[in-house]
């Protein structure tokens, strides 16, 4: 399986600023994703990040709040802009394991707390 | 009705029993099952894909699959402390090596083995 590093891993952020995720895949990667864990909820699916072209955003995320850029095929980010405390939760890169589609490897998880 | 249910729990079991976990989806169109393991504090971790109704079994993990009745369920033998976690299941239209990668996850079961 792909390795997928994320920083930062945690930080604490004030309501109305952005703060930009790092996602770092070990190998090239065709798909990478960007999910979201809210404080006891599943993991639901912000947006594909495509490289090359603009992310494919999940009914209920717009790319003015959640920019993301995919600059090559090992490498993305999701900045989450003008926070407020509804946006504190993990945030989650994964990607697609090459033994397989639809199977998933995630990063650590990057947890925002939003003040 | 949500597309991915899970009972929340907490299912408690004595170390050595069987687990036993259950899911159920909505879209009858879903093709490919899975089953996460998600550690207090920690990313998603695949333990079991399935995609052919019946049984598939690996180590002390079965899943089974029923696409008449839109149910996959994760039997654990020989419950073991460390497996101690929350239990995702996951569901997507694609299948194995399909174009639709997305996820849709359950809120997961809270699994506690008791020594």
């Known amino acids: 399986s792909a390795v997928i590093s994320q920083k930062p891993s945690r930080d604490i952020c004030q309501r109305g600023t952005s703060l930009t995720i790092q996602c770092q895949v070990d190998?090239?990667?065709?798909?990478m994703f960007w999910y979201r864990q809210q404080p006891g909820q599943s993991l639901t699916l912000i947006a594909t990040a495509n490289q090359g072209s603009e992310a494919t955003y999940e009914s209920g995320f717009v790319i003015d709040k959640f920019p993301i850029s995919r600059p090559n095929l090992t490498f993305s980010t999701l900045t989450v802009s003008n926070m407020s405390p509804e946006d504190s939760s993990i945030y989650l890169c994964?990607?697609?394991?090459?033994?397989?589609?639809?199977?998933?490897?995630f990063g650590a998880g990057s947890r925002l707390t939003v003040l | 009705q949500k597309e991915v249910e899970q009972n929340s729990g907490p299912l408690s079991v004595p170390e050595g029993a069987i687990a036993s976990l259950n899911c159920t989806y909505s879209?009858?169109?879903?093709?490919?099952f899975f089953w996460y393991r998600q550690y207090s504090g920690k990313s998603p971790e695949l333990i079991m894909s399935i995609y052919s109704n019946g049984d598939k079994e690996d180590g002390r993990f079965t899943a089974q699959l029923n696409k008449a009745s839109q149910y996959v369920s994760l039997l654990i033998r020989d419950s073991q402390p460390s497996d101690s976690a929350t239990y995702l299941c996951?569901?997507?239209?694609?299948?194995?090596?399909?174009?639709?990668?997305?996820?849709?996850f359950g809120k997961g079961t809270l699994l506690t083995v008791n020594p």
């Open positions: 994964s990607t697609s394991d090459r033994g397989g589609a639809n199977v998933l490897t």
């Open positions: 996951a569901v997507t239209k694609g299948g194995r090596g399909g174009s639709n990668y997305k996820l849709t």
């Open positions: 879209d009858r169109v879903s093709q490919s």
């Open positions: 190998s090239q990667v065709t798909m």
